[in-house]
């Protein structure tokens, strides 16, 4: 079943205007779909028994998460339940055209928290692909059901799904700034900092633990470490002068940052606790937007050339290489996380875009039609990539799949919305 | 830096925008994946503390850097497109503040460079600083200590003026001089 999503991925064409009706609002951000593959394969979330017992059904969230994705085409089957333990009713399901269907039940499981059991079935070979079992609280309804979103993804797909993370981004309303996260569905947003000074640049450490950023409240760039559960941060760089651009390495002990102490912009890294500064790097020119790769490079951006391309040097010291040629403004690069991509803003004709380039063919494509991208982030497993634009003058996110088929967009209704930045899988 | 605990009620704020028969999610505990043999997971980990940010800026204690008919009450350099060199017209500007500084040895003073709102904020940054940089520079020239100036960027995050046109992005190509009590 694997191969054969997979195959009709590849063959996908845009499809548009497939929208989810949010009944969240306001603060929220609501997720629009705005490009999906053509051919999402069919699949079916039956109701759950029991799930009534729930303050709101489970796989609501189930359906919204895996529709979202745009690799799948919802499949109703009625309100009637379908248990886990009883014999699936593959006549039903594919009389509706499923080619996958889950079904579960839920049971109370004492101190009034429940049992959930959910087993996904392959509907044509009518042959069982997997079971998850859960305990969970009520309120937990929505968490419960991007895990099994997540495990429904992974069987189906063979990669790690990604509806359990969180991302971050900044809020501007008027003169106030926030730095907000929120689960990867734009639900639950939580304002993590909140200033009269721009914030800029959120980086997730590797174990999701903490954000680095870029905060402006000393009326200069200062970059902090925050951890985001106690509210508890650190000041990581504050040298005379700029400090910017941070990025964690891939052990959570170090941060690149752009400081300007010796002269121009330059890389360097320091411990997250702001201790053992070294140089990363030297030009003649700026070098900001560091971003580890997980082989041990650093990508950057630099106009020691003449206009601002995008270069690459081992972490552990060496010689730079130039990775972009094509273009006079190639910036903003992060590695994907395999390793194999790179994804970056190019400059074309005026429109600043979200561009991917394959490091091994050396293939680029423009993964947008918008004109003012910015701050683009991989989802951990390297299917999606979130990024900032503006539409009708107003700063919104985007999500666009690492083919450039499928296409989300996120809004607030009031405010501007920019400098995402998406958090890693959750540690289990 | 103060510490406060919001999150109850800017969820509830939230809840309360959205549907209020909608339960907190973020109360409880964990969900627990017992297929795997793995540990507890961390969706309780995803409570956020909120911080305010605050600033102590109050103002200069020197009159006559307030004094609109005085020229050290002007602060602002600009500067061409794709240029970070201080322009012959600001001269006397720049010659104003250094005699004022080298008389005020004690006087702090910070330059925050700026640039239109086009292209990666973090690029910008870089190159605000590089105007920064220029006005650090002429100060320096004209006997100013090293020690009384500090050039730092705010990149595109502080338009004076917020248009998507030439006239408002030039105003925002400029460096501001900050004296001490005004950072």
């Known amino acids: ?428 | 830096m103060k510490f406060q605990h919001l999150t109850l009620s800017l969820i509830a704020a939230g809840l309360l925008a959205a549907c209020s028969s909608a339960p907190n999610q973020n109360q409880g505990a964990a969900v627990e994946d017992r297929s795997s043999g793995a540990a507890s997971s961390g969706v309780d980990g995803n409570r956020v503390t909120t911080v305010n940010a605050n600033d102590g800026a109050n103002g200069s204690a020197y009159p006559e850097l307030r004094d609109p008919k005085n020229i050290l009450s002007k602060r602002s350099v600009l500067f061409d497109y794709d240029s970070y060199v201080v322009k012959d017209q600001y001269r006397p500007l720049v010659e104003a503040h250094a005699k004022f500084l080298v008389a005020h040895p004690k006087v702090k003073m910070m330059i925050q460079g700026n640039t239109d709102e086009r292209g990666s904020r973090e690029y910008n940054l870089a190159l605000g600083q590089k105007r920064a940089d220029a006005v650090k520079k002429a100060l320096g020239l004209l006997g100013v200590a090293e020690s009384q100036l500090e050039s730092v960027s705010l990149g595109e995050e502080k338009p004076s003026c917020t248009d998507a046109s030439e006239s408002c992005w030039s105003a925002n190509r400029r460096g501001d001089m900050l004296y001490s009590g005004e950072f």
């Not at chain 1, 939580?190 to 905060?215: C, F, H, M, N």
């Open chain 1, 1 to 428: 079943m694997t191969s054969r999503l997979l195959s009709l991925l590849r063959s996908a064409i845009p499809a548009c205007a497939l929208v989810l009706a949010s009944s969240l609002a306001q603060a929220q951000l609501a997720i629009e779909i705005t490009g999906a593959g053509a051919n999402r394969m069919p699949v079916a979330v039956a109701s759950f028994e029991g799930e009534n017992a729930l303050p709101r059904a489970v796989t609501d969230v189930v359906r919204a998460d895996l529709e979202r994705s745009g690799l799948f085409k919802m499949i109703e089957l009625g309100p009637s339940p379908m248990g886990a333990s009883g014999p699936v009713d593959y006549a039903r399901v594919r009389s509706r055209g499923a080619d996958a269907v889950a079904v579960g039940t839920v049971s109370p499981n004492g101190a009034g928290r429940f049992q959930i059991e959910v087993r996904l079935h392959d509907a044509a070979k009518q042959l069982g692909l997997g079971s998850q079992a859960m305990v969970m609280s009520p309120n937990q309804y929505r968490a419960t059901g991007h895990r099994i979103a997540d495990f429904i993804y992974e069987k189906l797909t063979g990669e790690p799904g990604v509806f359990s993370t969180r991302i971050a981004y900044v809020l501007k309303s008027g003169p106030r700034y926030e730095l907000q996260i929120a689960d990867a569905d734009g639900s639950n947003a939580q304002t993590a900092l909140a200033s009269k000074e721009p914030i800029i640049s959120p980086a997730w450490s590797p174990d999701g633990s903490r954000l680095a950023y870029v905060s402006f409240e000393a009326k200069k760039p200062v970059v902090y470490v925050h951890n985001l559960a106690t509210g508890q941060r650190n000041v990581a760089a504050n040298f005379k002068g700029s400090n910017s651009a941070p990025a964690w390495s891939p052990d959570g002990r170090r941060l690149a940052v752009v400081l300007t102490k010796d002269g121009q912009s330059q890389l360097y890294s320091v411990n997250a606790d702001g201790s053992g500064v070294q140089r990363l790097a030297s030009s003649s020119g700026i070098d900001t937007e560091p971003a580890w790769s997980p082989d041990g490079m650093i990508y950057f951006t630099s106009d020691r050339g003449g206009s601002p391309q995008i270069y690459r040097v081992p972490a552990g010291g060496g010689d730079a290489q130039r990775v972009t040629f094509e273009g006079g403004y190639n910036v903003s690069p992060r590695p994907s996380p395999d390793g194999k991509s790179l994804v970056y803003v190019s400059r074309n004709g005026g429109r600043f875009q979200v561009t991917m380039l394959d490091l091994a063919s050396r293939q680029t494509q423009i993964l947008t039609d918008s004109s003012k991208d910015e701050s683009p982030s991989f989802a951990p497993n390297g299917r999606m990539v979130l990024y900032a634009t503006e539409i009708g003058g107003r700063g919104v996110l985007a999500a666009v799949s690492a083919d450039g088929r499928v296409k989300q967009r996120l809004s607030v209704q009031s405010g501007d919305v920019r400098e995402p930045a998406w958090g890693p899988q959750p540690r289990n």
